[in-house]
């Protein structure tokens, strides 16, 4: 996620214009709190990557469930018959 920014210099133009400066941040849920930690710029391509690879992995885990539910369902199908 990139927002936005104040640095907190005086003499900045963000004091006077408002949040200018990207920053990257990562949040995610912990506990049903809604968690961010700053990203350094150097590293938001590498945690964007992270956060692609569990997007993916994540999906993967549920199309994995909804096919053993099927799976489930349909034994138990065979079964009564
Ligand atoms: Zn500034």
Redesign the pocket.
């Known amino acids: 996620m990139v927002t936005k920014k ?4 005086r003499q ?4 006077a214009e408002g949040p ?2 990207p920053t990257v941040l990562l949040t995610w849920k912990e506990s049903g709190r809604t968690r961010t930690l700053h990203v350094p710029l150097s590293l938001r391509t590498e945690v964007a990557k992270w956060v692609k690879e569990w997007k993916r992995l994540r999906e993967l885990g549920r199309k994995m469930s909804r096919a053993q539910r099927r799976f489930l369902m349909t034994s138990r199908i065979r079964k009564r018959s």
């Not at 104040?6 to 210099?9: H, L």
């Open positions: 104040r640095c907190g210099r900045c133009r963000c004091a200018i400066h």
